[in-house]
């Protein structure tokens, strides 16, 4: 076993780690142990907490569903996994728990991470627009929010007309 890495250390190695575009679309989560070394197993704090209150949202204004993190879903371009969905009792009937949904959530969120690109959400709005969503939420880590339908944006969910996401904490 190696020595324990400082705080500043392993701080140092976990920006690397999150701006390392090798490591962007790798499927796991990563997590960098007490030497420094990396662990497949990045998201920010702000990114949970985000995921978190957008589940507790959908679970308190959409009683007839079920809503969910990591949500896998068969889409166009692949297997993609949504930040936190949100899925009615009667779209989930008849569909797998331990594998991706073959069709969409009718609600499908993505939160904007520092590593995803404008044209990957672009894509994977589109990819669970066609692979059944109702609604599209794209979530900026600022909490600033787009919405989109299969005819195009929206300015307000027709689903949960007043979503408040938690305001961004520093220092």
Same mark, same amino acid.
């Given at each position: ?21 090798? %490591? ?10 007490? =030497? ?7 998201? $920010? ?11 507790? +949202? ?7 569903? =079920? ?9 166009? =371009?692949?297997? #993609?996994? +949504? ?6 009792? $009667? ?33 994977? =709005?589109?990819?669970? %627009?066609?692979?059944? +969503? $109702? ?13 989109? +339908? ?18 961004? #904490? $520093?220092?």
């Amino acid at each position: 076993m190696g020595n324990a890495a400082s705080r500043e250390v392993l701080l140092a190695r976990w920006a690397e780690v999150v701006n390392d575009p090798s %490591l962007h679309d790798l499927p796991y989560k990563i997590e960098v142990n007490e =030497t420094g070394k990396i662990e497949m197993s990045p998201a $920010t704090n702000r990114h949970g907490i985000l995921q978190l209150a957008i589940g507790e +949202a959908l679970s308190h204004a959409l009683p007839d569903g =079920t809503a969910l993190v990591e949500c896998s879903v068969m889409t166009s =371009t692949g297997i #993609r996994v +949504a930040d936190v969905a949100w899925i009615s009792h $009667t779209r989930a009937a008849g569909q797998p728990d331990d594998g991706p949904y073959l069709i969409a959530p009718e609600i499908c969120v993505e939160i904007v991470s520092p590593s995803n690109s404008k044209s990957e959400i672009d894509q994977k =709005t589109q990819a669970y %627009l066609e692979a059944g +969503a $109702t609604e599209v939420w794209v979530v900026e880590l600022s909490g600033g929010m787009g919405i989109f +339908a299969p005819s195009g944006p929206l300015v307000a969910s027709n689903l949960v007309p007043n979503v408040v996401l938690p305001a961004r #904490r $520093t220092g």
